[in-house]
């Protein structure tokens, strides 16, 4: 049988379940496939972690440019992380000829555009489903199941490790500290994971998806991310008696009028009862509507070593049985000219404000006539009994109202002398009416 030679760059969790996985499912992918898959030479800076994962020594290298430049292999994975060393993987192995794949979202965010072009010059191909939302086939679905739609919108909880946090917060009470150090253990967080608690890894991937959804690669520095690091258990509280739950969600939306795609990257209130609320702990859930399709909900583990692993092998299958007949992103050249990214300040939102107030007459009524000159309209308002005098919270809840004004209605709103500190300011998403919101 034709057998497909591969170099595995990194033997990390990702790395060592991809070797792991390769060989209990060798078989099985034989059969699928019509073709063996075989990892030849492993390239990883620990000797000590590979032969731990069981990798014979004979098969062990530590620089990854004897894999780059090794005539007999037909595929390199990185599986390295980080920017730069990674970066140099995947441009020496296309440039021998080698086609790549690759779980580097962070890196893709940064310079996927100009490393699929380079891929594509070559003939080569670029493959990254283990990139977003780690075992679930959502690019393949984007690329393939959904190809005769025009993507209206996605919303997607896609870092597992800030979900991990929120529901262990949400669910079990424990802090924030003992959450994370939970996630770390278990494989889920980045080696730096102030990329997952500060939205920058959601940031990536909805970058990749906006790529994918729309052949344009927004620039990474101008999507607006926030991170769930300064969420503070009150709001948790008050959002769940508002009847919401509180994720971290990418949200992708094309204007077609305007030639827009709105990217960002926030925690976000969602009413409980809508699927995506009810997505606990390493899993991921990405809602995409199509134009035609109307709603779509993918599911699954977005981190740890074996999922990520089912979609690195599924890159390697669908290179071990030949080239698409469609590329693998849409041909951005064409399509990029389309679009530019939606400022954060035009988007529109509903919103919810918490201020802390001094507990005297006539403070709501104050606030409310902020909104008012502004023309936003408040929805509901809660207000935990306190003593006269002293502070409380007060939340405010506002119809959909658009970012700018928000922002500045909540500037003068903290001026006044009964308003003791900023306001705390989340979004929220009903996902009704989608299909309008898209104009
Ligand atoms: N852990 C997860 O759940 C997921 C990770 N990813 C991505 O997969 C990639 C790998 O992640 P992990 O496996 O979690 O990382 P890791 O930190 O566990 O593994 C990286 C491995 O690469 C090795 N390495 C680093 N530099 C090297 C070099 N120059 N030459 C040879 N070996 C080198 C390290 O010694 C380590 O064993 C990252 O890009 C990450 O963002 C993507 C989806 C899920
Ligand atoms: N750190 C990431 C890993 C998968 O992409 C996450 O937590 O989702
Ligand atoms: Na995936």
């Not at 490393?115 to 679905?141: C, D, M, Q, T």
């Not at 991990?164 to 494989?187: D, F, H, V």
């Not at 590329?327 to 530019?340: G, N, T, V, Y």
């Amino acid at each position: 049988m034709n057998t497909l030679h591969i170099g595995l760059v990194g033997l990390g969790t990702v790395g060592a379940s991809v070797w792991k996985n390769l060989r209990t499912q060798e078989e099985l992918l034989a059969r699928r496939c019509g073709k063996l898959i075989r990892i030849e030479r492993v390239a990883e800076k620990n000797r000590e972690r590979a032969r731990l994962v069981g990798v014979p020594e004979s098969q062990i290298v530590d620089d990854w440019r004897m894999l780059a430049c090794d005539p007999s292999l037909d595929v390199v994975i990185e599986l390295i992380g980080g920017t730069e060393i990674a970066a140099d993987v995947i441009w020496e192995s296309l440039s021998h000829g080698k086609d790549v794949v690759t779980a580097n979202k962070a890196l893709l965010a940064e310079r996927g555009q100009e490393l699929a072009a380079f891929a594509a010059e070559r003939g080569k191909r670029l493959l990254f489903e283990a990139s977003v939302a780690g075992g679930i086939p959502l690019l393949l679905a984007l690329r393939e199941g959904l190809i005769a739609n025009e993507i209206l919108s996605l919303h997607g909880i896609i870092n597992g490790t800030c979900n991990y946090l929120l529901s262990a917060m949400a669910s079990r009470g424990i802090a924030y500290q003992e959450a994370l150090r939970e996630a770390k253990e278990l494989g889920y967080a980045e080696a730096d994971e102030t990329l997952d608690v500060a939205g920058h890894d959601s940031a990536h991937k909805a970058v990749i998806l906006s790529a994918l959804a729309y052949g344009f690669w927004p620039p990474l520095s101008e999507v607006h991310t926030e991170g769930i690091q300064k969420i503070d258990p009150l709001d948790l509280h008050f959002a769940q008696e508002l009847g919401y739950t509180l994720k971290l969600l990418a949200i992708l939306r094309s204007h077609p009028k305007s030639r827009e795609i709105e990217v960002r990257v926030h925690p976000t209130l969602l009413r409980k009862g809508h699927l995506l609320s009810s997505v606990n702990g390493v899993f991921n859930a990405i809602a995409v509507r199509g134009d035609i399709v109307g709603e779509t909900l993918f599911y699954g583990r977005g981190a740890g070593g074996d999922p990520t692993s089912s979609a690195v092998l599924s890159d390697l299958a669908s290179l071990a049985r030949g080239p698409l007949p469609i590329p693998d992103i849409p041909s951005p050249a064409e399509r990029e000219s389309r679009f530019s990214l939606r400022p954060m300040a035009k988007i529109l939102s509903r919103y919810y404000v918490r201020f802390l107030v001094e507990d005297r007459p006539g403070v709501l009524a104050e606030i409310a006539r902020v909104f008012a000159t502004r023309k936003i309209s408040i929805s509901s308002v809660i207000q935990p009994e306190g003593h006269r005098g002293e502070t409380v919270p007060l939340i405010v809840l506002l119809h959909r109202s658009r970012e700018s004004d928000v922002q500045e209605a909540c500037r003068i709103i903290e001026t006044l002398p009964a308003v003791k500190k900023p306001a705390i300011l989340l979004r929220v998403e009903d996902l009704d009416g989608e299909d309008e919101r898209s104009s």
